[in-house]
């Protein structure tokens, strides 16, 4: 299983990005994708998950300006990031949860991360 995280870059205050995860290889279901950043400095937090059941969770700090979706035929989750603040600014990651087989167990996979800057 292979995680594609991508859409990172530098923006300024108030801005807009979009990041995307792909998810490929042997998959039978995808159970969940979380979207997780690292600070300078700071310990990695969990932003935004999605479940299969398309239920969703939030930092707080995120709430109302963050949003996750997911595109089932496609197997890419997406985090649509506006009102973008200073301290948004870390390597964002993917995390999926995925089952590789009917009968198997599930299995945490992690992308590479994409850097967002923001900018004041």
């Known amino acids: 299983v292979q995680l594609q995280a991508s859409g990172g870059g530098l923006v300024q205050a108030g801005g807009s990005l979009r990041l995307s995860c792909a998810v490929s290889?042997?998959?039978?279901?995808?159970?969940?994708v979380g979207w997780y950043r690292r600070a300078p400095g700071k310990q990695r937090e969990l932003v935004a998950a999605?479940?299969?059941?398309?239920?969703?969770d939030y930092a707080d700090s995120v709430k109302g300006r963050f949003t996750i979706s997911r595109d089932i035929a496609k197997n890419t989750v997406y985090l649509q990031m506006n009102s973008l603040k200073p301290e948004d600014t870390a390597v964002y990651y993917c995390n999926a949860v995925v089952q590789i087989g009917a009968g198997f167990p599930s299995y945490e996979n992690w992308g590479q991360g994409t850097e967002v800057t923001v900018s004041s």
């Open positions: 290889g042997n998959i039978n279901a995808i159970r969940g």
């Open positions: 999605i479940k299969s059941s398309y239920a969703t």
